[in-house]
């Protein structure tokens, strides 16, 4: 099967973006009283958006806290998301090899839109990218396939014709449900193990051994 476009994941995939999202957790939670989360907690806890973030680094007797934590969460971590976030070795040396294939580019993070923007506008070269999607009002997170399905049709390639690289196995269920192949990234925040458990259709270990597929 030829591939002519990839779909990335953000957080653990493109960008290691741990430390500054572990960060402005602690500050969320610390203006509360709050015991913090460690960095391994937090490791566990991102993928499915800010809400669940928040609701999982809180304790259960403090779930009531959860809207007025997101809301803090989107200020602080907005305002310290560059602070120490950097993209993993090898990817910003894929992208531009991809780029010179005339490989098609798109970004689907459960991260806020306004946040996605300000990290790729501050760490990756965005002219790269057709499409860069966060979440927003009315469009359905990963593992949903309707936004990846949408993301297919505007790049103008069938699902099957797109590579999804993602290093949770919320990317690799979400290219399983659009028909898309999945890819898993070993170097990020899950390991390989999530990724073979979700049956990833494969796993690299360097961002530069996915020009290998296409």
Not at 9 to 15: K, R, V
Not at 40 to 52: D, H, I, K, L
Not at 78 to 83: H, I
Not at 124 to 136: C, I, S
Request: aromatic share 6%; net charge negative; hydrophobic share 40%.
């Amino acid at each position: 099967m030829m591939f002519y476009g990839v779909i990335f994941d953000l957080d653990g995939t493109l960008l290691d973006t741990l430390d500054d999202l572990c960060d402005s957790v602690n500050t969320v939670l610390g203006g509360h009283g709050l015991p913090p989360i460690t960095t391994a907690q937090c490791r566990q806890f991102v993928g499915n958006g800010q809400r669940t973030l928040i609701s999982l680094s809180l304790p259960q007797e403090k779930q009531g806290l959860v809207d007025t934590c997101v809301e803090e969460l989107i200020a602080v971590y907005g305002e310290n998301c560059l602070n120490k976030t950097k993209p993993y070795d090898g990817v910003l040396d894929m992208l531009h090899m991809l780029k010179k294939r005339d490989v098609r580019m798109a970004i689907l993070s459960n991260k806020r839109q306004q946040l996605v923007e300000k990290v790729v506008d501050g760490l990756l070269p965005r002219e790269l990218f057709t499409l860069v999607y966060g979440e927003a009002e009315g469009r359905p997170r990963k593992p949903n396939p309707t936004v990846p399905l949408e993301m297919a049709e505007r790049l103008t390639f069938l699902p099957k014709e797109i590579l999804f690289l993602g290093d949770s196995d919320v990317d690799i269920k979400t290219a399983q449900a659009a028909g898309m192949f999945s890819v898993g990234a070993a170097w990020g925040f899950r390991g390989i193990g999530e990724l073979l458990a979700a049956k990833a259709d494969t796993v690299i270990t360097d961002p530069m051994k996915l020009l290998n597929l296409l």
